[in-house]
């Protein structure tokens, strides 16, 4: 009997690469990918909506622990247009891709009263086509060491 936990997916492998770079102390990243929809009614709808899909869209965020050693500034200023590839594992394809995803904005936050370890932060949007884990077409990726 398998147990029920076998086939989850963990976010242990996960892992972030920006124009190559394999960002160092990342603690999460997530996607949202979005369609824009044209909704109507019409005399053949009898009462209901009917949609189509329009523009594909998607935007997506990372957050990580600050590292002197391997800094970020570089990687994530707000306007710049970089190629994002997010690993969900190290499974080959298991991968988001984004060509060209512009960073929308960078944040960090250090807290001096309990000293925590300084975290950052930053949201980008796809700009242009994108590819889910597993999509043909996507261009060829190996996981970062």
């Given at each position: 009997m398998a147990c029920s936990?076998?086939?989850?997916?963990?976010?242990?492998?996960?892992?972030?690469?920006?124009d190559d770079v394999a960002v160092a102390r990342i603690t999460g990243w997530e996607?949202?990918?979005?369609?824009?929809?044209?909704?109507?009614?019409?005399?053949?709808?009898a009462g209901y909506t009917n949609r189509v899909a329009g523009r594909k869209d998607c935007t997506g965020s990372f957050t990580g622990k600050f590292d002197n050693s391997d800094e970020v500034y570089d990687l994530f200023m707000p306007g710049d247009v970089v190629e994002v590839v997010l690993w969900q594992?190290?499974?080959?394809?298991?991968?988001?891709?984004?060509?060209?995803?512009?960073?929308?904005?960078y944040t960090m936050s250090v807290n001096t009263d309990?000293?925590?370890?300084?975290?950052?932060?930053?949201?980008?949007?796809?700009?242009?086509?994108?590819?889910?884990?597993?999509q043909s077409g996507a261009p060829a990726e190996t996981y970062p060491t």
């Open positions: 936990n076998e086939s989850v997916l963990t976010g242990n492998a996960g892992k972030v690469e920006v996607v949202n990918p979005t369609v824009e929809e044209s909704a109507w009614g019409d005399s053949d709808s594992s190290e499974t080959p394809a298991n991968y988001w891709h984004f060509p060209c995803a512009m960073i929308q904005n309990t000293k925590e370890a300084v975290e950052w932060s930053a949201d980008f949007g796809a700009d242009g086509i994108f590819y889910r884990p597993g």
